[in-house]
């Protein structure tokens, strides 16, 4: 069963994550919106950020706390509650009228998103096994989201049209409420493994320590962090673009951000292919070096008429999905079965912190030198992290790996698992960091 659509259980994931996903675009606007009712012209900006800054701060703090906290709870019965919760705080978000309302609620709202999308991340696999219909489901996925940002704006204005702005609220708890009542139909696979016990804050940033010991993964940590410096120039500054150099920023900021969508939705689509062939490493490192140097090309040309400026958007668009689409199969290579929630959460909460630093550097960069010489001066810093993340993982990186284990005695479970040789108890399997392999130095034998 290589398409995974064909899989009823990801089918109705896929359903929730649709949903999810539309809820949470419709959040975005109406929080806009409510930002700019009690801030009005002169606070609004500025509150807005607040919000989004609280988001930041909940994805990077509590999503390994979050993981840790439900790892002994059913998954579907975690995720419905963490659902549910969030479509219940969007009830009263449309009546408040006074910020900190607003921000306790969304602030909540966000904390529930930390445990919920590390959750959702790691069913996919136990779902779909078989990695050719794992990656194919990722790209999906990346599709997923980038038609999110891309529509929701659109599907907002839709409603705006027959009511207010406060109702994009109960249109976002709608959307919440489509999602659990996918999940509600799933039949979820056993977790296989029970969970890993210990004190609390070891088990907390036990993906952390996977994360920093994974060669591999820290590639992963830079690859991400490589992009968002440079992408975060397109997310922050194309509306700026728009205004500035085109002269009307309503009517060609959604053009160009829907030829990033377009550009976006087609490298994912080709992802599976390109990955057979290359593999994951080869891929993620050619979106960051394409980004970089299409940010930088872009940079140092003369001003450009929007019909030269849609195959930059385009390109955008489809090196940074050469970024995003592998990591949920590099995670899923480099943690066991039990590990793996721990490790969504890790990623979870180290890309979202890549993002907090470079969506204020962005901003600032581009205000204070201009916008062409702020995009040129990131994608250099895009381009030197990107080389920083080939010396972190190397281009020779078998998933099977010799190692050995002296301490372990002769009749150990692990030695019978996977017969070993030797004094040294010398053998050969998929090596990933857990309890009784904490060093990638293990293997290099």
Sequence with gaps: MSSPLSNP?????????????????????????AAYRIGGAA???TLLGFLLALKMVAYV?????????????????????????????????????????????AFAFFVLAAGFTPLF???IPDVLPEEESYT???AWSRIAYTMEAVLSPVIAAAVLNVVTGEA???????????????????RFPARGETAVK??????????????????????LFLLNLALSVSMAWVLVNTVVYAGARLGNAERFYPLLMACYGIGAASGAIFMPRLLKRIGERQAMLTGAFGFAATGATFALLPALPLPALAPIWLLFGATSSLVLTPGGLVITRSATRADRAAVFAAQFSLSHAGWLVAYPLAGWLAGAVSLEPALLMLAALSATIALMAMTVW???DPLQRPHVHPDLPEDHPHLHAVPALGRQHRHVHDFRIDDLHPSWRQSAI
Aim: aromatic share 6%.
């Design 168 to 186: 994009l609220f109960l249109a976002a708890a709608l959307a919440f409420l489509g999602s659990v009542l996918a999940l509600l139909s799933i």
């Design 394 to 396: 190397p281009a020779h």
């Design 61 to 105: 703090l509590l999503a390994p706390l979050a993981e840790t906290l439900l790892a002994n709870v059913p998954r579907k019965r975690a995720m419905v509650s963490l659902d549910f919760g969030r479509m219940l705080l969007l009830l009263p978000m449309g009546l408040s009228t006074e910020i900190w309302h607003v921000a306790v609620l």
């Design 136 to 138: 194919k489901a990722l």
């Design 121 to 123: 991340q790691s069913v």
């Design 43 to 45: 606070a609004g900006g």
């Design 198 to 219: 210990g004190p609390f804050l070891t088990r907390a940033l036990r993906g952390m320590r996977i994360y920093a010991h994974t060669p591999r993964l820290r590639g």
């Design 9 to 33: 259980t990801f089918r109705r994931l896929f359903a929730a994550q649709i949903c999810s996903l539309l809820g949470v675009g419709l959040l975005t606007v109406a929080l806009s919106l």
